[in-house]
């Protein structure tokens, strides 16, 4: 059975789009990530399509700040705060900015690494390198 039983990635913010999801979602629960730009500056759960309608409202103290937004209907309802917790608990606190909690993963699960030193690793450039004409 998956966990995941539908999701949109990425949408562009609109009316039709906010229309889409209810139509398709309902009023299903599942986990939604606001974006601005292509930065996560939120992370939600709840009745995915009410909550996306609430956070889009004029005077919502989170509207002006994203423009994108992905939404995941997820099957087993109690599971739905340990995916949240493991979104939040992956990104760090200044990407997902709106948010005022953090993840809630159970600690005496966490394995901690053998070392905690950093070696010299020569990482690769990730944006391409500007061309001169």
């Known amino acids: 059975m998956a966990l995941i039983k539908q999701f949109g990635l990425h949408w ?5 789009n906010l229309d889409e999801i209810e139509d398709l979602a309902g009023h299903k629960s599942g986990i939604y990530v606001l974006y601005h730009g292509a930065m996560p500056v939120y992370i939600g759960r709840g009745a995915i399509s009410s909550r996306l309608r609430s956070h889009a409202k004029e005077g919502s103290k989170k509207g002006q700040f994203w423009d994108r937004l992905s939404w995941f209907v997820v099957g087993k309802r109690d599971a739905e705060r340990e995916l949240e917790s493991l979104l939040l608990e992956t990104l760090p606190f200044y990407v997902r900015s ?3 909690q953090s993840g809630r993963l159970l600690k005496k699960l ?3 690494a053998p070392s905690r030193e950093l070696y010299d690793v020569a ?3 990730l944006a391409p390198g500007r061309r001169d004409r």
Do not use: G
């Open 12 to 16: 562009p913010r609109n009316q039709e």
């Open 98 to 100: 709106l948010n005022k």
């Open 110 to 112: 966490q394995v901690m």
């Open 123 to 125: 990482l690769p450039r």
